[in-house]
């Protein structure tokens, strides 16, 4: 969830640090800081609050230097203020570090070191490691020797940058297992270090990113790689393709809004070199799926969380309706907890945007230690996700900046419906000329999703009118319930409005004693085969005085004589129709987020990227 940006080389390093910061803005943070070696000595500036305040305080306080570590923290341990922000300097002042992730065993730390006389500035348990560092540092050696030692003292998930004065062309950088990336980027006699590449994408795009327990000593000249033992380690370098461009807001007010309308285009990528149109067939070429795993395979497990599961259960009616597979979909939280069933048999298929999120990963560990085969669908390249999984989709989403995650969701879902028809044509689950139609169909998909942006005066007109409720019930059912969550929780996560997402036919069962003229009614009652059924959900919600607004396909007279406000959408193949019914709910959110002064890209409590329990 925190922020990391370094640098080391000839220019200065303050207003790179701070820029990479302001880039990294969306993983959520509560306090902010920069550390830059100033005339032999280290000086820090950070401040409870948005970048803002920092960049204020440094405006008032300059800094220059040609070394220097940036943070924004989300906090762990300890309150939110000044003291407790990052970065992290010793009592000697000597070190200085930032850190994402937690000391699992910082409390055992902080007792041994106060009996050798530290004394703790602050509450956090990253002060533990600065101390740790200066503790092994007195002994003399390097401080890559000293971070070594140090660090392999640490329990849980850790990503550390950290420099030390009296080697004053130096960074260290190391990731502990999955409390999210580390980046080293490559530069002209410069070098640059980040937790996300946003960060570093406007310096270079020449990327290496580190593998748990690795150790990176970073001078301007370039990098030395190790592992915590101490080992020679090689790692990839990647030429990333995405545009600086296009982490830029543009014509829009915020990215959220941005990234809805970029849909059609990330569609269309992410179909693009995938989907042979007039062949009926699919390449999935970093899959590694080959005809005997598929013919083979007894069942898939999706493992997920938040926006990223409610894309496992769309994917799970479409790849057991095309594929004729059997899908189970779980949280990623509960799975690693649930001691799961999983066999050799099965490939656990791993969906997440960022490729970080810790509950995402430590569920594909689980699957793995069980034999199963490891699949992942995600955006972010380079990421954990994408390297210990046997085979990815990539979504070719391109950065995705806004906390809220809409178009990594659609262009999820496309990953999946592509898997669906790869292993269909495998195991031969259908004709060719089923297969030729399931394909065919994804070329639709940018131009109906075109048109309903098109529309968006007609949603933002919409939530102008709904703006003042406080509560909310959304409704679908098949593959449309998972859409009803997912616009539930895109209206509670970005308006503070309490939604909830209901199978349909569950109303009956509970939901239906809240509904009145305070907490209107989202259905989601297109003319697919459960049309009737979504009728009469509309009519009870009617009855008990609730008010309803409908998602109808254009020209549905009978559902506009039914329900109060209608949102209409282009009719869609029914296993794609989802794609199409999510995005006039995301942009219903959005408006309604912007009306009530919402921070849009930054809802409160949340982050990008989860990369702590």
């Known amino acids: 969830m925190c922020g990391i940006v370094g640098y080391v080389g000839p220019r200065d390093a303050t207003p790179i640090i701070l820029e990479g910061l302001r880039r990294l803005e ?36 300059p800094l220059n230097g040609h070394l220097g570590i940036g943070h924004t923290r989300w906090a762990t341990h300890g309150k939110v203020n000044q003291t407790n922000a990052h970065p992290h300097i010793g009592m000697t002042g000597n070190v200085v570090v930032v850190h994402n992730g937690i000391v699992e065993n910082f409390l055992d730390l902080k007792a041994e070191l106060e009996d050798e006389g530290v004394e703790f500035k602050s509450e956090t348990d990253t002060e533990t490691i600065v101390h740790l560092l200066e503790r092994h540092l007195s002994t003399g050696i390097s401080l890559e020797e000293a971070a070594r030692q140090a660090f392999a003292q640490l329990r849980g ?40 590449i946003p960060a570093i994408l ?5 990327v290496v990113f580190l593998e748990s327990r690795q150790i990176a000593t970073i001078s301007q000249d370039g990098y030395v790689l190790r592992d915590l033992n101490g080992q020679a380690a090689q790692a990839d370098v990647h030429n990333l393709p995405w545009d600086p461009v296009s982490a830029e807001k543009g014509e829009f007010k915020h990215f959220m809004q941005k990234e809805i309308f970029e849909q059609p285009r990330a569609l269309t990528d992410t179909l693009r070199g995938r989907a042979d149109f007039a062949a009926g067939t699919v390449d999935l070429p970093q899959l590694n799926l080959t005809p005997e795993l598929a013919t083979s395979l007894s069942r898939i497990v999706t493992v997920a969380c938040g926006t990223s599961y409610y894309s496992g259960l769309v994917g799970k009616t479409i790849i057991e309706h095309i594929a004729r597979v059997p899908v189970d979909v779980q949280i990623g939280s509960e799975f690693r907890y649930a001691d799961p069933l999983v066999d050799p048999s099965m490939a656990a298929l791993a969906i997440t945007q960022s490729g970080e999120t810790v509950d995402t990963l430590a569920a594909m560990e689980e699957a793995r230690s069980k034999g199963a085969t490891l699949w992942s669908i995600v955006n972010q390249i380079g990421s954990q996700a994408m390297r210990i999984a046997d085979g990815f989709i990539s979504m070719l989403a391109g950065p995705e900046i806004g906390v809220a995650s809409t178009k990594a969701f659609t262009t999820s879902i496309v990953c999946q419906y592509l898997l669906a028809c790869k292993i269909a044509e495998l195991r031969g689950s259908r004709s060719s000329e089923e297969l ?7 070329a639709l998909l940018p131009d109906l999703a075109g ?19 406080e509560n909310f019930l959304y409704l679908g059912r ?9 616009g539930a929780l895109k209206l509670k996560e970005i308006s503070y409005i309490h939604a909830e997402g209901y199978p349909a036919g569950e109303m009956k069962h509970g939901p239906i004693a809240l509904i009145d003229e305070d907490m209107p009614v989202l259905a989601i009652a297109v003319q697919d085969h459960v049309y009737d059924k979504m009728l009469s959900q509309v009519e009870q919600a009617k009855a008990r005085g609730g008010i309803v607004l409908a998602l109808a396909n254009e020209g549905d007279l009978t559902i506009a004589n039914k329900a109060d406000h209608v949102i209409y959408v282009p009719k869609a193949p029914p296993m794609l129709a989802p794609i199409i019914n999510v995005l006039p709910l995301q942009l219903f959110a959005y408006h309604i987020a912007v009306r009530r002064g919402a921070d849009v890209d930054q809802p409160r409590n949340l982050a990008k990227s989860v990369t702590v329990e």
């Open 478 to 486: 098949g593959p449309n319930y998972p859409i009803a969550l997912e």
């Open 436 to 442: 030729r139609q399931f394909v065919s169909d994804l």
């Open 451 to 469: 048109s309903v942006l098109d529309r968006d005066q007609e949603y933002q007109e919409l939530a102008h009118q709904f703006t003042h409720y």
């Open 202 to 206: 406007m310096h270079t795009r020449r």
């Open 26 to 61: 969306y993983r959520g943070y509560d306090s902010a800081g920069i550390a830059v070696l100033q005339e032999g000595n280290i000086e820090i500036r950070r401040d409870a609050g948005k970048l803002d305040a920092l960049e204020t305080m440094v405006h008032t306080q």
């Open 157 to 196: 998930a850790q990503a550390i940058v950290a420099f030390n004065r009296q080697q004053p062309d130096e960074l260290i950088a190391c990731r502990i297992g999955n409390a999210g990336g580390v980046a080293i980027g490559i530069g002209e006699d410069e070098m640059f270090v980040a937790s996300d």
